[in-house]
């Protein structure tokens, strides 16, 4: 399955870089690089990461700016980066298993629906639909118990910040060793698998709905631009082949787009994920977590669904940034880790 041109109203055909498909690639290169360049990339944007998951607990509305104040008045600097090192643990196996089921399902969907007659296009959206949720399954299944642990230290005030985050549970946590250590004694395992199913429901079908807008908006633009170029300019467009940063500003433009409407589909069901995984409540003296009726419950009563989206700012951001260097990222990757024309040809 590949998509070699796109082709505009006038029959006119821009050729960029073809699909490269699973059975293309070196896979020890793709994921030692892989590991390597998303590690970078989560670094970057994790002080998002943490403003969207404090604004999210919080009982109380604030703003991006004053929660940014708060943490580096009290916290500092480090006050952004609480929890990483327990999420970066987190992010090589989960990112594996992810890349891993986004092209394999992208791959043999996509060919399946070819041979069954569909056009190109049906092909390409169900195919990357299909991965979007197959991938973010199998992800959760490695980073729901990190996501746990990381988000729980992630919203840990200190001094007067506690102000704002006054309602969650009094547990402290020295680092991530001893956050799992209590997590287990107090919950089980099952407390590394708090909101796993609203987590199902909050990823499968943000990837599904992101990798198919991406694909559609990425056709779109290139069918756009083909069209403004061949009204522009006499010549045929046949056999023009745009230049690399052409092609990062397409892929940087779909994926700004394309999160955009993941994060305001699902930042819902991405609030009451944080919560049931982040808050806890007394009962008879004891703690223990929050239901999922509880949780829509205390959001219907601190705002309705404007409460819901708390935190849509810094999670559009996020997701926008991190979709856009993750995308770049990752056909950058794909090409370093293309196996050479000669491991390619059948002996």
Same mark, same amino acid.
């Given at each position: 399955?590949?998509?070699?041109?796109?082709?505009?109203?006038?029959?006119?055909?821009?050729?960029?870089?073809?699909?490269?498909?699973?059975?293309?690639?070196?896979?020890?290169?793709?994921?030692?690089?892989?590991?390597?360049?998303?590690?970078?990339?989560?670094?970057?944007?994790?002080?998002?990461?943490?403003?969207?998951?404090?604004?999210?607990?919080?009982?109380? /509305?604030?703003?991006?700016?004053?929660?940014?104040?708060?943490?580096? &008045?009290?916290?500092?600097?480090?006050?952004?980066?609480?929890?990483?090192?327990?999420?970066?643990?987190?992010?090589?196996?989960?990112? @594996?298993?992810?890349? !891993?089921?986004?092209?394999?399902?992208?791959?043999?969907?996509?060919?399946?629906?070819?041979?069954?007659?569909?056009?190109?296009? $049906?092909?390409?959206?169900? !195919?990357? !639909?299909?991965?979007?949720? $197959?991938?973010?399954?199998?992800?959760?299944?490695?980073?729901?118990?990190?996501?746990?642990?990381?988000?729980?230290?992630?919203?840990? =005030?200190?001094?007067?910040?506690?102000?704002?985050?006054?309602?969650?549970?009094?547990?402290?946590?020295?680092? =991530?060793?001893?956050?799992?250590?209590?997590?287990?004694?107090?919950?089980?395992? /099952?407390?590394?698998?708090?909101?796993?199913?609203?987590?199902?429901?909050?990823?499968?079908?943000?990837? @599904?709905?992101?990798?198919?807008?991406?694909?559609?908006?990425?056709?779109?633009?290139?069918? @756009?631009?083909?069209?403004?170029?061949?009204?522009?300019?006499?010549?045929?467009?046949?056999?023009? &082949?745009?230049?690399?940063?052409?092609?990062? @500003?397409?892929?940087?433009?779909?994926?700004?787009?394309?999160?955009?409407?993941?994060?305001?589909? #699902?930042?819902?069901?991405?609030?009451?994920?944080? &919560?049931?995984?982040?808050?806890?409540?007394?009962?008879?003296?004891?703690?223990?977590?929050?239901?999922?009726?509880?949780?829509? /419950?205390?959001?219907?009563?601190?705002?309705?669904?404007?409460?819901?989206?708390?935190?849509?700012?810094? &999670?559009?951001?996020?997701?926008?940034?991190?979709? #856009?260097?993750?995308?770049?990222?990752?056909?950058?990757?794909?090409?370093?880790?293309?196996?050479?024309?000669?491991?390619?040809?059948?002996?």
């Amino acid at each position: 399955m590949s998509l070699g041109t796109a082709e505009d109203d006038s029959g006119s055909e821009i050729h960029i870089p073809a699909e490269i498909d699973w059975h293309m690639l070196d896979k020890s290169k793709f994921f030692f690089l892989g590991a390597a360049l998303f590690s970078g990339v989560s670094f970057t944007l994790y002080p998002m990461v943490v403003l969207k998951t404090r604004q999210q607990v919080s009982s109380s /509305r604030f703003s991006c700016l004053n929660m940014s104040c708060a943490i580096m &008045r009290y916290e500092g600097l480090r006050g952004f980066y609480k929890g990483f090192g327990t999420s970066l643990m987190g992010t090589v196996p989960a990112r @594996a298993l992810y890349m !891993a089921s986004l092209e394999i399902t992208k791959s043999n969907v996509g060919t399946v629906f070819l041979e069954l007659g569909f056009s190109d296009t $049906t092909a390409v959206a169900v !195919a990357n !639909a299909a991965a979007g949720v $197959t991938s973010a399954m199998a992800a959760q299944l490695v980073w729901t118990p990190v996501d746990v642990v990381s988000q729980r230290l992630m919203v840990q =005030g200190s001094g007067g910040n506690k102000s704002i985050l006054a309602n969650l549970n009094s547990e402290s946590y020295r680092n =991530g060793f001893d956050a799992f250590r209590k997590i287990l004694y107090a919950d089980g395992a /099952r407390g590394f698998y708090r909101g796993f199913g609203i987590s199902i429901l909050t990823y499968a079908p943000s990837n @599904a709905v992101w990798w198919t807008s991406y694909s559609m908006v990425h056709r779109l633009i290139w069918g @756009a631009f083909g069209s403004y170029r061949s009204k522009g300019k006499s010549e045929n467009l046949s056999g023009f &082949r745009p230049d690399s940063k052409t092609m990062v @500003a397409v892929q940087g433009l779909s994926a700004v787009m394309a999160s955009g409407v993941s994060a305001i589909v #699902t930042m819902p069901l991405d609030t009451v994920k944080t &919560r049931l995984q982040v808050l806890d409540c007394e009962e008879n003296g004891r703690r223990r977590p929050l239901t999922f009726v509880q949780t829509v /419950r205390n959001l219907v009563k601190e705002g309705g669904l404007l409460a819901c989206y708390r935190g849509l700012g810094p &999670r559009w951001a996020s997701m926008s940034l991190s979709a #856009t260097t993750m995308i770049t990222t990752y056909e950058f990757l794909k090409r370093m880790s293309t196996k050479s024309q000669e491991d390619l040809t059948p002996r």
